[in-house]
């Protein structure tokens, strides 16, 4: 079965910190990942999507940025955090059994800039 | 291009009565839709699909939809809530050309004991 761990799931940091949020996904290959926020009070807002290794699109630009240095690894960075980066991140993978049309979440990671 | 609209942000529906919540998009063309449900500070989960076949979709905790593509909705329903469906629940849709969901703003269902 496929399985997709988020860490950590809870992260309250300065203002101008760096940032490292993990996600991996077990029991799949080639896998679709997606990195979503949800900010207080607003809906899913993707963040970034990669079809591969090292092949990232950004769909808003902003104070973050994605790798994904191996097939099942997808990893959320910033050097310097704002206090608008606060908010509920979610990585999400689709593909093989699932479906590409398929979206299935990790368990979140709320991030909280003082 | 492609948008969702939940037009209710909240639901307050007393336990053991049954619930509506509605989602229009906007394109008539071939689409993929999803309903998800989020649990408090909890990943989603996907409730149910449609793809193709038939209109009426059946997922997981007894709630089921339906797709209308003349009034272009898909409105998830329940015959009878429990506490335990207390979440807030949203609506995605693709179109089948590159699989990338569009969403609502979400609905949050709030049962009343």
């Known amino acids: 079965s496929q399985t997709i761990h988020q860490w950590p799931a809870t992260l309250v940091q300065p203002v101008g910190s760096p940032l490292s949020l993990e996600c991996t996904v077990e029991?799949?290959?080639?896998?679709?990942l997606y990195w979503y926020r949800q900010a207080a009070g607003r809906g899913l807002q993707l963040l970034f999507y990669?079809?591969?290794?090292?092949?990232i699109s950004s769909e808003v630009p902003q104070n973050l940025s994605a790798s994904r240095p191996q097939d099942r690894q997808f990893i959320l960075s910033s050097k310097k955090l704002l206090l608008s980066d606060s908010g509920f991140y979610l990585c999400?993978?689709?593909?093989?059994?699932?479906?590409?049309?398929?979206?299935?979440f990790g368990a979140g990671s709320r991030l909280t800039v003082l | 291009a492609q948008s969702v609209t939940q037009l209710d942000s909240q639901v307050p529906v007393f336990e053991e009565a049954p619930v509506e919540l509605r989602c229009n998009y906007s394109s008539s063309v071939s689409v993929y839709l999803f309903w998800y449900v989020q649990y408090p500070n909890q990943g989603l989960q996907l409730l149910l699909k449609y793809l193709s076949g038939s209109t009426l979709v059946k997922g997981i905790n007894g709630f089921e939809a339906e797709f209308n593509k003349s009034q272009t909705s898909f409105h998830l329903r329940k015959p009878s809530v429990h506490i335990s469906d207390t979440a807030e629940y949203f609506c995605a849709v693709s179109d089948n050309s590159n699989y990338q969901l569009i969403w609502g703003a979400g609905t949050k269902l709030i049962i009343k004991p």
């Open positions: 990669s079809i591969g290794i090292g092949q």
């Open positions: 999400a993978w689709t593909g093989f059994p699932s479906g590409a049309n398929v979206l299935t």
């Open positions: 029991g799949t290959s080639n896998p679709n």
